[in-house]
């Protein structure tokens, strides 16, 4: 990748890879595998609890570096081991070339390792004049093709057998058999002699323990205990943060590391080194001679790393590739794309920190903020926080975009952000189709919503790539100049004699209030019925005016100080109302208010920011678990027309509601109340890939994320995909309608509404 990549070249490398149909077919292959071989592993664990046990392990030794590198160092050196300090990358590699010629080795072989790719070490090596050799299938396949690992556990999992063969054939000039088992045998045949004749051994580490000066190496190839015994020389690299204290923490970690990377309990080769060999054995080709083992130790910008208090938790990596393996863009274009040599969601944060701002630019705008890469992480790490961290200091230090500055400056406006809306709804209406394309495209029949208008010919003249879905209309009266008829039709259905009120705000979010009111209308539909239906329950509803946009487009732009700027407006909106809960029927609303206003608000609002956050509550969950609590008629409270014939109904789950907030029963549980037949999809937690900007950035990836998602849902054979995100309702209804898919998209409240 060059340093001057643009986000418009960037796109076209993105193209080329969803035009990779053998990528595509393993990448999807893989995803789907991954998912049970790990639920598998860890069946039977506390998996939370071990995961919080591994993040305090790295924790506290991130927080004791300088002294386990001490005592490592001392033990070590003890134990007849040299240690190197490399304070850069640059170091390490005059380090490592220092201890070749020193040592008069010539040939070198290699075991995988990700910091020597890190620090480019093979082109150093070469560049001196060294032979160097990878040892492990994958990674020395892709050193054949001159490219780097497309996985951190799996280099070359985005090759085809047919691909490799046709490598081998041009190494060994023989046409080679495509079987894979064949080409393994041919790997081993060409390798072994670069073992025999190896001089010096160079692999990673993926524990340093400091009180026995142990290192530990987890592979599932034996060529890691080649590399280390054969040549006279080994040479172990290693970053400072893999220093731990004790082997228990590494047994602990190692308990995760397979399982979480392969969905293994445990992988082929564990390998324990406390120092090297007295003699190498002596022989015809082995004459007798001491062997020497060195072990490099890699900052690189750890040790500043450590010292952040936003990104010193990124330390704690185990390097399982996990991030990758959940991701949805990374199913969709491979490690290439999604990475520069950490990939994953990793990648996008540590690329930042060890190759720059230039290589790291683009990639942290490939994100969908899904949340599956931190739900996922073995060392939990709040992965998708971090990525829009790294996006705005990008954009801090080297100055935002005029699209993103824009957007900010109008979400701090709020009253002009509001009025620009009102005078898009007159403006677009040359671009608004006269019919209802819902119900023209659509054949599922019996349910009764408001539908939007939509735009024609828009996306077709300004983002022609955006043409993969309908997109829908602002309306002419948003929902806040609605509010008062609406509050005033709830009031005078309250019945007086109640002996408990539930005082409610509702928060709208910017596409509720101006693309889909009815949404909301339905939703405080529900509410009202519900309580009319308890004679001791009465509601008090207030919708404050000074409310706005959540603020996650502004986050997800890099545009973190208007996020601040919007979290305040909206914690000043609500404050005096005298409430009991804030209402949204927007899941990424409820996630964003819950988690980010708090830490962007830490040290300036913290107190009320974190009593905003916690009245906040997703619709579903409000409905489930507190108002029907209430009530006094049990699970058949929302089936109240018993003459509708009930619908097949599947459910997408909202990113930022089931990972975002852990809510991943409360919305199923409604549907069946509400009398209709749920139908479970294979993937329903899988991103629908809107992600706000993220569709915007990368139409290309948002499409075939889209078209996946409702493939899987057309399979299930249900009339009715069901969700409580209006961007996901846009996602998906536009998709919908755009290929013609035979079900309809709504949002929970509006199929709990149908029932009244």
Not at 182 to 196: D, I, M
Not at 216 to 231: K, S
């Amino acid at each position: 990748m060059e340093n001057s990549e643009t986000l418009k070249e960037y796109r076209q490398r993105i193209d080329s890879a969803l035009d990779n149909k053998f990528l595509r077919s393993a990448m999807d292959k893989f995803a789907v595998a991954y998912r049970e071989s790990r639920k598998n592993a860890f069946a039977g664990m506390d998996v939370d609890a071990l995961i919080a046990e591994v993040a305090e392990i790295k924790q506290n030794a991130i927080k004791n570096n300088d002294k386990l590198f001490e005592e490592f160092k001392s033990v070590a050196q003890k134990n007849g081991i040299h240690v190197h300090l490399a304070a850069t990358a640059t170091d390490a590699n005059k380090i490592i070339a220092q201890i070749a010629k020193d040592t008069e080795s010539k040939k070198i072989i290699k075991s995988k390792s990700m910091t020597a790719e890190e620090i480019h070490l093979n082109k150093w090596l070469e560049n001196e004049g060294f032979e160097v050799t990878e040892t492990d299938l994958g990674e020395w396949i892709v050193q054949l093709r001159h490219e780097g690992p497309s996985h951190m556990v799996m280099p070359a999992i985005h090759l085809s057998r047919f691909q490799v063969a046709e490598l081998f054939a041009g190494v060994t000039g023989e046409e080679q058999n495509v079987e894979i088992e064949r080409l393994v045998k041919v790997a081993r045949k060409e390798l072994r002699q670069k073992f025999v004749e190896a001089d010096m051994g160079i692999t990673g580490a993926n524990f340093l323990i400091a009180d026995t000066a142990t290192i530990g190496i987890v592979t599932n190839e034996g060529n890691a205990r080649l590399a280390t015994t054969l040549p006279k020389v080994h040479v172990a690299l290693a970053g400072i943060d893999k220093l731990l204290p004790t082997l228990k923490d590494a047994l602990t970690i190692a308990k995760v590391l397979p399982r979480n990377a392969t969905g293994q309990r445990l992988t082929s080769y564990v390998t324990w080194i406390t120092g090297p060999s007295e003699y190498l054995g002596a022989g015809e080709n082995f004459p007798p001679s001491k062997r020497e083992m060195h072990i490099v130790l890699l900052d690189n910008g750890r040790r500043k790393i450590a010292s952040d208090p936003d990104f010193a938790q990124i330390l704690q990596c185990v390097r399982c590739g996990a991030c990758a393996n959940v991701c949805p863009v990374y199913r969709m274009v491979g490690g290439h794309t999604l990475g520069y040599i950490y990939i994953g969601a990793i990648g996008l944060i540590t690329t930042y920190f060890f190759h720059g701002a230039e290589n790291a630019k683009n990639l942290v705008q490939n994100c969908t903020n899904c949340g599956a890469c931190k739900a996922v992480c073995a060392a939990g790490i709040d992965l998708p926080r971090l990525i829009k961290e790294v996006h705005a200091r990008i954009q801090d230090e080297d100055g935002h975009p005029l699209k993103s500055m824009m957007l900010g400056r109008i979400l701090r406006d709020r009253k002009m952000f509001h009025t620009l809306l009102r005078i898009a709804s007159v403006a677009q209406k040359p671009f608004v189709t006269t019919q209802n394309i819902t119900q023209k495209k659509s054949s599922a029949k019996g349910v009764q919503t408001e539908e939007p208008l939509y735009l024609r010919h828009l996306p077709l003249i300004f983002f022609k790539e955006h043409n993969f879905r309908e997109l829908p209309a602002i309306v002419k009266t948003p929902f806040r100049d609605r509010w008062r008829s609406i509050k005033s039709g709830i009031e005078n259905k309250r019945v007086k004699t109640a002996n408990k009120t539930i005082k409610i705000g509702i928060f709208s979010g910017c596409v509720q209030d101006f693309v889909y009111p009815e949404q909301l209308e339905a939703g405080l539909k529900v509410i009202s019925q519900i309580v009319l239906s308890n004679p001791n329950l009465d509601i008090k509803l207030e919708f404050p005016m000074g409310q706005s946009c959540c603020g996650l487009p502004a986050l997800m732009m890099g545009e973190k100080e208007a996020a601040k700027d919007v979290a305040i407006q909206n914690i000043e909106a609500f404050k005096g109302y005298d409430l009991d809960y804030i209402v949204t029927l927007c899941a990424s609303c409820a996630s964003h208010l819950t988690h980010a206003t708090p830490w962007l608000l830490s040290g300036l609002y913290d107190t009320d920011a974190k009593e905003f956050a916690n009245k906040v509550v997703p619709f579903s969950q409000f409905i489930n678990k507190i108002l029907m609590a209430e009530g006094e008629k049990g699970y058949d409270i929302l089936d109240r027309k018993t003459d509708l014939t009930p619908k097949h109904v599947t459910w997408h789950s909202p990113c930022h509601l089931c990972r975002g907030l852990g809510i991943k029963d409360d919305p199923k549980e409604l549907i069946a109340k509400s009398g209709n037949l749920f139908v479970q999809a294979k993937e329903e937690e899988t991103c629908c890939g809107f992600g706000g900007s993220f569709s915007a950035n990368f139409p290309a990836i948002s499409k075939e994320i889209l078209t996946r998602k409702l493939d899987d849902v057309e399979n299930t054979g249900a009339e009715i995909l069901a969700t409580e995100c209006p961007g996901c309702v846009m996602q998906l209804r536009g998709g919908a309608l755009n290929q013609n898919r035979k079900f309809k998209v709504l949002h929970l409240a509006e199929l709990l509404a149908s029932k009244y």
